[in-house]
């Protein structure tokens, strides 16, 4: 069982290693789950997918699910068949959901919204042999405990001092969601002095998970909106896998 949460600052290439490490895990047997967390949603077209109905967004299926008499709301709403009826699958066996964004309350909120969320997540640690969370750097909608049941937090970052800085932030996420494991993948990496200093610092103070070279290839990709894992050179992503199967299986 390989589950992972991937999170770090804006457009470090968290969608771009999910997706391609859920192909690779797909195209290796394993049955695997993709969900998009991040409130801007490009997972489902890295994965080649659209149409994928955002969860947050089925108000009437929530009120049904969650809401009781008198305000009250179930903790445990019953979601197992919503998770096979708002997943697509992509033609290379990966599942895919979108939680979609709660517009009302804050952090750690406890609306029916977040109740349902939760349960999706829940109920997705215990489905496929993979999990793969596409998460941001904050958890404004999502609260304490969600991703409970994770094993692994993989904080992206790309060389420069502002995604560094995210690193501290990472960590206190980990924290809040439950996640007890923590490794940084160093991506869009080239050879220069300063990337090479971050690299080291990241291997002196965290667990280096891998380090991927830029790639114009993936530009090429997002732009004309192919899967990344269509056109990039895949090997870094594949030394990634590796490794998590060591930590994980
Ligand atoms: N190794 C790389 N080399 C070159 N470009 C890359 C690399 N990894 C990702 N990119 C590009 O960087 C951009 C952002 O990548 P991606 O969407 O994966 O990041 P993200 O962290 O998910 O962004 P967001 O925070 O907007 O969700 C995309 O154009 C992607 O193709
Ligand atoms: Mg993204």
Same mark, same amino acid.
């Given at each position: 069982m390989i589950k992972v949460a991937i999170s770090g600052k804006g457009g470090v290439g968290k969608t771009t290693l999910a997706a391609n490490l859920a192909y690779l895990l797909a195209k290796e047997g394993y049955s695997v789950?993709?969900?998009?967390?991040?409130?801007?949603?490009?997972?489902?077209?890295? $994965?080649?997918?659209?149409?994928?109905? %955002?969860?947050?967004? $089925? #108000? #009437?299926?929530? @009120? @049904?699910?969650? &809401?009781?008499?008198?305000?009250?709301?179930?903790?445990? %709403? &019953?979601?197992?068949?919503?998770?096979? &009826?708002?997943?697509?699958?992509?033609? @290379?066996?990966?599942?895919?959901?979108?939680?979609?964004?709660?517009? &009302? =309350? =804050?952090? =750690?909120?406890?609306?029916?919204?977040?109740?349902?969320?939760?349960?999706?997540?829940?109920?997705?640690?215990?489905?496929?042999?993979v999990l793969i969370l596409d998460m941001e750097a904050g958890i404004e909608h999502l609260g304490r405990g969600t991703a409970r049941g994770v094993d692994l937090l993989i904080a992206v970052v790309e060389p420069g001092m502002r995604s560094i800085e995210t690193l501290k932030r990472i960590e206190k996420l980990a924290e809040d969601i439950e996640i007890d494991r923590m490794c940084v993948v160093v991506n869009k990496y080239f050879q220069s002095e300063g990337a090479k200093r971050i690299v080291d610092f990241v291997k002196e103070s965290y667990e280096l998970l891998g380090v991927i070279p830029y790639d114009v290839k993936l530009i090429e990709a997002d732009m004309n909106k192919i899967p990344p894992y269509k056109i990039c050179d895949l090997k870094p992503f594949e030394e990634i896998k590796e490794k998590l199967k060591e930590m994980c299986l």
């Open positions: 789950t993709a969900i998009d967390c991040d409130s801007s949603i490009n997972l489902p077209s890295a $994965l080649g997918v659209d149409n994928v109905t %955002p969860l947050s967004s $089925l #108000k #009437k299926v929530i @009120e @049904e699910r969650v &809401k009781m008499p008198f305000g009250a709301f179930r903790y445990n %709403p &019953k979601v197992d068949d919503l998770f096979e &009826k708002y997943s697509v699958v992509n033609s @290379e066996g990966v599942r895919v959901l979108v939680l979609g964004t709660i517009e &009302k =309350g =804050g952090e =750690g909120c406890f609306c029916p919204e977040s109740a349902f969320l939760r349960a999706i997540l829940r109920h997705a640690i215990f489905s496929d042999d």
